[in-house]
Each structure stands twice: as C-alpha cells, then as structure tokens.
C-alpha cells in the first residue's frame, strides 16, 4: 500500500491474545467459542514479552487491567514497542477518569470485558488502525457526558443528540464518510454538525478532541 506521499507502508498482520492475571475470567473466556486459543492467564504482565519468542506476528494484546497494579501496568508500556506490539485495555469498570488514564500512558484502546467475542476481537484485528482507536460505546459515552456536564471542563457545551453522536464517532476516529454512513446522513450534514460542533467545543480540529480530554492540567490519570 502507498501513502499519499508515495512512500509504501506496511499494514501489519496482528495475533490476538487476552491477557489476564484473573483465573475466573481466564476460565471464563477460553470456554467462549474461538477465545480458546487466545486467553493467556499471566501472574505478572511482564511476562507477556515472552511472546515475542513464539509469535511469528505482531501483537494485539487485549490487557486485563482490573487485575494488574496500575504501577505495574505504567512500567509495562513503557517498554511496548509500538506497533509491533498493540495494548488494549480490557476493563469492567467504565471509570472515565481511568479510562483516559490508561489511553494516556500509550494503550491503543479500552473496551468492556461483556463485549469479548471472537468476532467482536476480529473486527478491531482487521480494521486496526484505519478505524481509530477501539473504545467502547459505554465508555466514549460516559466521556461525553462528563466533558459537556462538567461546567469546569473544556466541553461544557449544550450539545444537541445528533452533536454528540457525531463527537462519538469522531472521539473513536472516524471519517466524515464513515458519520455520514453509520449515521444515514449526507457528508454535507455531518460537516453542518461538526463546523457548528466545533464552535460550541471551541476547538479547530477532531485532533483536539482527544487531547483535551487528555490534557494533564485538567486529567490526571489515576488520581
């Protein structure tokens, strides 16, 4: 595949594992149809790195991160070496605050432990990374909310439903073609939302949306 500069890329072909410390969920999970192969029940999450010994592939790695000290997991994505190796955290907690945080310290998604499928693994191995970041409806959900209830925030806006919708789809990465087609509007529709989307978020581009949900002097990751 080329990029628009001419340049020929390299579309990486991911192995998923899920990675956990929980034995009931290890158990839970391998029992799920074609999840057999996938789950590794890992005390330590450095031990992970050990895979790289016996995947021929980079890797996708869906991260328990209920059951791992948030320390732990900090250290342990210092030391990923994207994008041979992808950190997703898989969670049962839709805490916006730890959400954030754990997108802040480098993992490529959060999704909830209840959605964990084999086609629902698939379709993020197969369309990662030209459809964003994989985050949860519940939780981009909850981030909206929080952003444009919280008058201290960057977002407080009055936003309409069709508004945050479309702040949905952009916080997730997707083009104004994919809006307009997940969204059964026209392209022309969606740039109305968005330009006027824009003016009450008081922000240039989609790019600030996720930075300023991350900006450290109003999220601290964690605390």
Same mark, same amino acid.
């Given at each position: 595949?080329?990029?628009?500069?001419?340049? *020929?890329?390299?579309? /990486?072909?991911?192995?998923?594992?899920? #990675?956990?410390?929980? %034995?009931? @969920?290890? =158990?839970?999970?391998?029992?799920?149809?074609?999840?057999?192969?996938?789950?590794?029940?890992?005390?330590?999450?450095?031990?992970?790195?050990?895979?790289?010994?016996?995947?021929?592939?980079?890797?996708?790695?869906?991260?328990?991160?209920?059951?791992?000290?948030?320390?732990?997991?900090?250290?342990?994505?210092?030391?990923?070496?994207?994008?041979?190796?992808?950190?997703?955290?898989?969670?049962?907690?839709?805490?916006?605050?730890? *959400?954030?945080?754990? /997108?802040?310290?480098?993992?490529?998604? #959060?999704?909830?432990? %209840?959605? @964990?499928? =084999?086609?629902?693994?698939?379709?993020?191995?197969?369309?990662?990374?030209?459809?964003?970041?994989?985050?949860?409806?519940?939780?981009?959900?909850?981030?909206?909310?929080?952003?444009?209830?919280?008058?201290?925030?960057?977002?407080?806006?009055?936003?309409?439903?069709?508004?945050?919708?479309?702040?949905?789809?952009?916080?997730?990465?997707?083009?104004?073609?994919?809006?307009?087609?997940?969204?059964?509007?026209?392209?022309?529709?969606?740039?109305?939302?968005?330009?006027?989307?824009?003016?009450?978020?008081?922000?240039?581009?989609?790019?600030?949306?996720?930075?300023?949900?991350?900006?450290?002097?109003?999220?601290?990751?964690?605390?």
């Amino acid at each position: 595949m080329m990029n628009q500069s001419g340049f *020929a890329t390299c579309i /990486l072909s991911y192995s998923p594992f899920i #990675i956990s410390a929980n %034995e009931t @969920l290890f =158990e839970t999970l391998k029992c799920l149809p074609g999840l057999e192969n996938m789950c590794l029940l890992s005390p330590g999450v450095h031990e992970i790195f050990n895979l790289f010994r016996i995947v021929d592939k980079a890797l996708m790695l869906f991260v328990d991160v209920d059951d791992y000290a948030v320390t732990t997991l900090m250290h342990f994505m210092q030391k990923v070496s994207y994008p041979q190796m992808v950190v997703i955290a898989i969670t049962a907690d839709s805490d916006v605050q730890k *959400a954030i945080g754990f /997108l802040r310290i480098g993992m490529r998604g #959060i999704v909830m432990k %209840e959605e @964990l499928n =084999e086609a629902f693994i698939h379709d993020i191995v197969n369309t990662y990374p030209n459809k964003g970041f994989p985050i949860s409806n519940v939780i981009t959900q909850s981030i909206i909310q929080v952003l444009v209830a919280d008058a201290k925030q960057p977002f407080d806006a009055d936003l309409s439903k069709r508004e945050q919708q479309i702040l949905h789809h952009l916080t997730k990465g997707a083009s104004y073609k994919m809006i307009a087609s997940d969204l059964e509007i026209s392209i022309e529709t969606v740039r109305h939302h968005i330009k006027r989307l824009y003016k009450k978020l008081d922000i240039k581009s989609k790019g600030e949306i996720m930075s300023k949900m991350m900006d450290t002097r109003t999220y601290h990751p964690f605390m």
